[in-house]
């Protein structure tokens, strides 16, 4: 089943892929947390990849919707990895971030 | 107005009249600047560049309005001083010698003119006015100029010194090393954090080695933009490794209440290499006998 506003991929045993599109609506994030993380679950999926390679900027409320994205993912033994952050991304990123994210980060999905 | 435009008409018939004889006495003006003992020129240049000179004044007094200064002529004739003192700091002339020639190309002309038609122009206080007014304009022409081209040698000289001053090098495939040398303020924090996580994206680099054995002192303020950039570093997906720090430096970082514990550091250079190698998977050893 599609998700509107993004792109959810299973890559692999247990692993999927989430692109997130230009429509994507994080104001309400409730009802997309839960199709997001009702999909991977459906597929037994253990790890969840957020793609970020189009977001130049990740300012508080971006990051609040990573945040609450992947501690509802880690309530349900699914750990998220956001990858591909732009420097622009991570500079704005650091800026403002006291304690380590609840999510990990990696340059790309490993091979 | 009417006495202006007279005066711009009868000097526009007169230049029409004596073009040839006055760009030959101005040679002697461009070659007192740019041939005597700089040899910026050569005499044919210094023909070309009258000639062309006393054209576009007689453009311009030919023009429909020679008094205004937003005509193309008179553009053309600003265009005509800029490409000079562009040309002349080019080949290592100086802008003094520009504006000297300017100033006195202006009286150069006033005499030759008064020379070919016979007419007292230095008695003329409109004509002198005219020649001044626009002469000025074309002087600061020149100074723009050299402005804008002193500003771009300070840029490129900014850029050199940013890219000397943050040598990142790709150690292994994966690794970088960042030697930090010298007193770290925030802008320098900030040039090499920008430097170093551009380098990250492009290289795709796995492990970032930043070396503080050249840092002799840090403050509280710096201490928190070396936290920041690891932090960006790590945000990145690459594992950033401090190696290097001082005995003093660890004390000011203890004393200012700085949280290290995620971040993996290393007594020396050669040690964090070996933990970045460590944890890419890659084994160095020496060579069997």
Redesign the interface.
């Known amino acids: 089943m599609a998700i509107s506003g993004i792109h959810l991929t299973r890559i692999g045993k247990g692993n999927y892929l989430l692109e997130p599109l230009r429509s994507m609506n994080i104001q309400d994030p409730g009802a997309l947390l839960q199709h997001i993380v009702a999909q991977v679950q459906q597929g037994h999926g253990t790890h969840l990849y957020y793609d970020l390679s189009e977001l130049p900027i990740i300012d508080q409320i971006y990051y609040d919707w990573l945040d609450k994205l992947a501690r509802t993912c880690q309530t349900i033994n699914i750990k998220m990895t956001?990858?591909n952050?732009?420097?622009?991304?991570?500079?704005t990123?650091?800026?403002f971030?006291t304690s380590?994210?609840a999510f990990a980060?990696?340059?790309?999905v490993p091979d | 107005m009417v006495q202006k435009k007279e005066v711009a008409e009868k000097l526009g018939a007169l230049f029409s009249l004596k073009v040839g004889n006055i760009s030959g006495q101005l040679e002697e003006t461009a070659r007192e600047f740019f041939c005597a003992d700089s040899k910026l020129m050569d005499d044919e240049e210094v023909a070309d560049l009258s000639s062309e000179f006393v054209n576009l004044i007689a453009g311009l007094l030919s023009s429909k309005d020679p008094h205004r200064r937003t005509s193309p002529q008179f553009h053309a004739l600003e265009a005509f001083f800029s490409g000079l003192a562009l040309r002349m700091l080019m080949r290592g002339g100086n802008v003094d010698d520009v504006v000297r020639y300017a100033q006195k190309l202006q009286y150069s002309l006033i005499d030759a003119l008064e020379k070919d038609s016979g007419i007292a122009f230095t008695q003329s206080r409109s004509v002198l006015l005219y020649f001044a007014q626009h002469f000025d304009e074309l002087i600061m022409a020149v100074f723009r100029t050299y402005l804008g081209e002193r500003e771009n040698t300070l840029k490129a000289q900014e850029a050199e010194l940013r890219e000397t001053s943050t040598p990142i090098t790709e150690i292994w495939d994966g690794v970088l090393t960042l030697p930090i040398i010298g007193t770290l303020d925030s802008s320098r924090t900030m040039l090499v954090m920008e430097a170093l996580l551009n380098r990250i994206a492009r290289d795709h680099a796995r492990a970032v080695v930043m070396d503080l054995t050249g840092v002799k002192n840090i403050d509280s303020q710096v201490s928190h933009h070396l936290i920041q950039m690891v932090r960006a570093v790590q945000l990145m997906g690459s594992d950033a490794i401090i190696t290097g720090i001082h005995p003093e430096i660890a004390r000011a970082l203890v004393s200012l209440n700085i949280d290290l514990s995620g971040v993996t550091t290393r007594a020396s250079l050669s040690d964090g290499l070996k933990e970045a190698f460590l944890r890419l998977g890659i084994h160095v050893s020496h060579k069997e006998s």
Request: glycine share 0%; net charge positive; charged share 15%.
């Open positions: 956001c990858i952050m732009q420097s622009t991304a991570a500079f990123l650091s800026k971030l380590k994210p980060t990696a340059l790309d």
